[in-house]
Structure formats: structure tokens, C-alpha cells
């Protein structure tokens, strides 16, 4: 059982950047593959970035490439977020998530445990 608590998210101006982070329970942390999804208002949550158990293979999704970098510190059981050159259309409520999956995956029935979220507000 992994119990998952996202924090950081607040109201930020387009261009500015925030650092999400996750804080997990659990001695086997380090064992799972993490991933951050993402929901709108209105819209389906979508699949932001995920990172293998030792930080070695990550995976993003187009929108946020260049802009995010998800990384993660077993030694304190957190994985984070790292946003920059943040958008309006960043704006959501972003939740992390695990999976005993090795490979990279986007797909969200693939993760099994999930946090509660954090909003992320880009104002104009």
C-alpha cells in the first residue's frame, strides 16, 4: 500500500514556474514507477510525465516537453514537478500517481495508487 499526498500547487502568473512535489508512505517507494497526470476543468485528466524507480527513463507528453521536468528522491520517498514558462492551459488540478509497471506508461488504469491533487492556477 502506497498512500500518496500532493503539495505546491497555488495561483502564478503565465511565465512563472512552481515546483509540485509528492510525498509517499511506504518502505517500497523506490520500487514503483511514478507518474504526474493532470485534470481541467471540463476535460478528461491527461497524462503530464512519469519516471522509472531509479530516475533513469522519463517520458512527457508533447505540451509540456522542455517546459517540465518530473525527477524524484528515494531517500525522501517525493517525487516532484518542476514547471516553468508556465501557460494558461497548464491551469488544472495535478495528481501523482504509482504503478508497478517497469516500462514507461501513459496510460492511467496502469496506476494503482493516486494522491488527491493540487491546484495549479496560470493566470493571464
Known amino acids: 500500500q502506497v498512500q500518496l499526498v500532493e503539495s505546491g500547487g497555488r495561483l502564478v502568473q503565465a511565465g512563472g514556474s512552481l515546483r509540485l512535489s509528492c510525498a509517499a508512505s511506504g518502505r517500497t517507494f523506490s520500487s514503483y514507477r511514478m507518474g504526474w497526470f493532470r485534470q481541467a476543468p471540463g476535460k478528461e485528466r491527461e497524462f503530464v510525465a512519469t519516471?522509472?524507480?531509479?530516475?533513469?527513463?522519463?517520458d512527457y507528453v508533447d505540451s509540456v516537453k522542455g517546459r517540465f521536468t518530473i525527477s524524484r528522491d528515494n531517500t525522501k520517498n517525493t517525487i516532484y514537478l518542476q514547471m516553468n514558462s508556465l501557460k494558461p492551459e497548464d491551469t488544472a488540478v495535478y495528481y501523482c500517481?504509482?504503478?508497478?509497471?517497469?516500462?514507461?506508461?501513459?496510460?492511467?488504469?496502469?496506476?494503482?495508487?493516486w494522491g488527491q491533487g493540487t491546484q495549479v492556477t496560470v493566470s493571464a
Open positions: 519516471i522509472s524507480w531509479n530516475g533513469g527513463s522519463t
Open positions: 500517481a504509482a504503478t508497478i509497471t517497469l516500462f514507461p506508461t501513459r496510460t492511467e488504469n496502469d496506476y494503482i495508487y
